[in-house]
Structures are given as structure tokens and as C-alpha cells.
């Protein structure tokens, strides 16, 4: 299938971000006789950064690490805003010729393996822009992101109906809404909470951000100076590197800290936010139950969150939900908030695959009792992998070694004739383990349909970007776990 039928292909990618767009490059750059396409549900490129049109939306990452390592981030922002993560998406996807590979208004809703062909057959709900139809492939490639691009998590609220002004979640912002000189309230203390509050509170009268339990915000310039002096004085790409890895390293050495020494990181981080907001601010609303890093932390650009708080602008309340109110919210403490508009910034919806049903030969596949290999491909599902972030550090940075690390499987595929890989699980040499050790709520609610991992190596996904360079890049994928035919 080198040469690209009407409807077959060697590879098919499912999803157009970041990590989509990353896979492409690598094929057609490590593996460039394989026929391939990319398959977008949307009809626009950038994944989450085409989908999210929140107020002041922007990475929590810097672009050092969330970038493109083949295509430097030249803009001076470290902590970016969504429409130029949107654009740079765009140009990189454009500059490599990797847009006319793109199939638009392509949702993939079952992928079905059959051993007899050696094919992935998936089919393709119709629209009003395509009809149903089917694609086939030798390999598929899954880079859909890990969440419902359709809604996210909301819980019930009680009275939520008698309210009478407008209740939104982040994903389905309208940019119709106007909250100019209204009263908001903004429920979360999440990565959206904190982007979503000092922009409202340049237009709203008043912003309050309702958390149920504090999360821990660190503030961080949005210019990285070491960075941008590298690219004065160096090639660009040089530049970019260096800057990558200052970055990758100094997140490596945090988390580390951060779970040897959690008192004194709860300490440090504390004491950045009381220079910030003073002595006599209550610190309890920045003061986690939880240790660093069980859960992510909130990065917060020039403290502009801080800087709202300090101003007057916005109010932090740490308290739960009693019901809404026809005025606003009641709180368990008998304080009632007043808003004209409530923000539901309470998270995602885990949905892995792109929400597509699986079949292996007929039988309907559960990724809750599959394990993960090198964080990359299914025990028992043939020809087959996915691409998943890092919880604890950018999404880019794991999934562009997982590209890699897939054209590595392929290529020694094709060398020795082989047409079929599948991952084997040894349940007498291995334990399985929960996939991640976070207790994010987005995560628990998705315990079950998430894949399992190993004990040890090469079954264990590793937060870490040393040891998946090593895992992912650098070992031989002929490995007695993976076995080939």
C-alpha cells in the first residue's frame, strides 16, 4: 500500500494539533515512502487551540517545550496567548506542506482491525460536508487529544434553572457574550479559572473566583530573557534548543523537588505569592490541601492574576456549593454571591480515542483492560498508537518522542518484511498499575476507560522526559514485548 489508493493509505493519523501536526512531519520525514493522511472531525487545523475561544486564552506551558522542535518558536512570549499558538500551529503545518495531507470534517467513529487483511478499516461519519464512507490503513496513528471536544465536565448544581442570568463553560464560550461592568463568577481554580479571571476583570465589575479547594499558582514572567538573548547572539535553531532544554530541565528539577522536599516547595511557592498580594492577604486560598504536584500546577504569566487580586478587581472565596440562586450562588456558609454571569470553569471531560468505538477482529475492544507500552502503543491491539502529554510538563515534549519513536517501528517493519506489530503484556513478570499517579478529578472520572501500565519498564509510563529520551529514542524497538509478523 506504499503507492496511495482511493481509499487506502499506510498510515492514517487521527487529529490535527499540535500533536497531530507533529506526527506528520515525522513520517514524512523519517518514512517518507509511506502513503498517509490526517484525518480532522473539525474543519479547522489546531485541535484545542482552534476549539477554545475563552477570554485571554493562553498555554500553561512555555512554548520553548509546547512547540515544534523542528520549527522554533521565534515570537519573545514564553507563555503564549491562543491565537498565535493557533497561527504557529498554522505556519508550521503550512511550511512543511503538511495542510494538503489534511482531511477535513473526517470524524472517525469505529476502527475495526481484521488479522486476515492486516488492515484498519474506520469509518467515517457523514455531514453536511462529507459523506459516510470508509478509510483503510495499515497503521493507525491516534494524536485526537484526550477530551470530548463536544462538552466538558459540569457537574449538577441545585437551582441551576432558576437562575436568571447566563451560565457557560469555557468550551462553549460564544464571543457574543458581553460581560463589560457586570458582576462574574467564576467557578474553578484550574489552569481556565486562572486564565478566565484578571482578563474578565479588565471589562467586568467585578470577578469572583469560586473554589471549592485551592490549587497551588506559581507566577512566571511571559518572557523568558535567557531565551531571548540565546536568539540574539546564536543561530536559531541552536537557540531554541538550548532554551528547550534550560526549560525541560529546570520543570524536571521542580517536580523532583517537589516530591522530595514538598514542605519546603510548599513554602517557596507560598512565599511568592505573599510578595505578591502581602502579609495580610489570607493565604489559605493559595494553600492546597494536597502536596505539589499530586495535582498540575497553575502557572500565571507577569502575576497577572496576583496583580488583579491586588487591585481590587477580583475576590478569591474558598467555600462549596449549596444551590443557585435566582441572583446568583449560595454558598455552604450562608454568603450569597451576586452575578449577572456564572462561569463553569470545572474542567474536562476525559474522552480517549476521539470518542471512537474499537474492534479487534470482530470484537469490541476496552482500553480500560489494555496496558500502555512505553506510553505509546495497546497490549493486544495490532498496528496501533497513540500520543499522549505529559501531566507534568508540556504535551509537546512527550508526544514529539513518541512520533519517533513510531517511525522507528515502522521502519523496522519495513526492513525485515514484517506487516504487523502488537505490543504482548507478560502478567506473570509484570504488575499492572493505575496509568497515572494524579488524583485530578478529571482523571478519577475516567479511571476505568483509561489503560493500565506496568510495573516496570518497558510497561511503565514515566512522567519524565530523561528517561522517555532514552526509552523512546535512543532503544531498539526490537523488543521481546513487541512481537512481530
Known sequence: MNNQSTNGYDVIIVGAGLSGIGAAYHLQTSCSGKSFAVLEARSAIGGTWDLFKYPGIRSDSDMYTLGFPFNPWENPKAIADGPSILQYIKDTAQKFGIDKKIKFNHKVVDASWSDSDKLWTLKIAGNDKVQEQQLRCKFLFMCSGYYDYDKGYTPEFPGSETFKGAIIHPQKWDSSIEYANKKVVIIGSGATAVTLVPEMAKKAEKVTMLQRSPTYVVSLPSEDKVANFLRKVLPSKLAYSLSRWKNV???????????????????????????ELGKDYDIRNFDPKYKPWDQRLCIVPDADLFHSIKEGKVEVVTDTIKQFTPKGILLASGKELEADIIVTATGLKVQLLGGMSMHINGELGDTGKTH?????????????????????????????????????????????????????????????????????????????????QGSKHPWKVYQNYIKDLFSLKMESVNDKYLEYK
Open 372 to 452: 500502555c507500552y512505553r506510553g505509546v502503543m495497546f497490549s493486544d491491539v495490532p498496528n496501533f498508537a497513540i500520543t499522549v502529554g505529559y501531566t507534568n510538563a508540556s504535551w509537546t515534549l512527550k508526544c514529539d518522542l513518541s512520533c519517533q519513536f513510531v517511525t522507528k517501528v515502522l521502519n523496522f517493519m519495513e526492513k525485515n518484511n514484517y506487516t504487523v506489530c502488537t505490543p504482548r503484556f507478560d502478567s506473570t513478570e509484570f504488575k499492572s498499575e493505575p496509568l497515572l499517579d494524579f488524583d485530578a478529578g478529571y482523571v478519577l472520572r475516567a479511571f476505568d476507560s483509561l489503560p493500565k
Open 249 to 275: 530541565l529546570f520543570s524536571i528539577g521542580f517536580y523532583n523537588a517537589s516530591r522530595k522536599w514538598p514542605d519546603g516547595v510548599r513554602k517557596l511557592i507560598q512565599k511568592g505569592i505573599k510578595k
